[in-house]
């Protein structure tokens, strides 16, 4: 961390959730991050576009000024690049994009979860059967976030088929 002029300098790293358009030069940038977990970024400008893709694992450097909210980031490097880049696998990574950024709202540090997270992101990458991912990411994540352990275990011994029997 440095100071310069009221401003600090950080480091974390983190997950994209999200990256909005706020005007012509500008972007919100809705992270989870290994120190302060969710954190809402600026980005001015368009050069970080192709890194700030939902799913991403990244180590962001920022500012942050005691007088605003959000801290900007001034650069971005991506520390795991995805190999399977198939529709499959994007639609997924939206999907847990999406249930992470619904269900985490708070700025709450759980370096365990992050560390799943990430964890869960490397995985998808390089299974080739994604017909459960989805239901055990929700189930691992309800577990992580205090709703019933039990559950999980239920869901490993079950097939796909099986949990929409139960379902109807």
């Known amino acids: 961390m440095h100071r310069n002029s009221g401003k600090m300098l950080q480091t974390t790293q983190a997950v994209i959730l999200n990256c909005r358009k706020k005007g012509d030069n500008s972007s919100l940038v809705e992270t ?3 120190e302060q977990g969710r954190v809402d970024f600026m980005v001015f400008g368009n050069k970080w576009k192709s890194t700030l893709q939902p799913m991403a694992v990244v180590e962001i450097s920022y500012q942050q000024t005691p007088t605003r909210t959000m801290g900007t980031i001034t650069e971005v490097t991506r520390t795991f690049v995805p190999q399977n880049q198939d529709m499959a696998h994007q639609c997924i990574a939206l999907f ?11 700025p ?11 964890n869960s992101i490397k995985k998808l990458d390089q299974m080739d059967e994604l017909s459960n991912f989805a239901a055990e990411f929700m ?10 352990g039990a559950v999980l275990d239920e869901w490993r011994d079950l097939k796909s088929l099986d949990i929409i029997q139960t379902i109807q």
């Not at 189930?139 to 019933?148: D, I, K, M, R």
């Open 139 to 148: 189930a691992q994540l309800s577990t992580l976030l205090g709703y019933g």
């Open 96 to 106: 847990m994009a999406e249930i992470i950024e619904k269900s985490l709202r708070l």
């Open 108 to 118: 709450l540090t759980d370096e365990t979860l992050f560390n799943w997270l990430t």
């Open 32 to 34: 989870y991050t290994q």
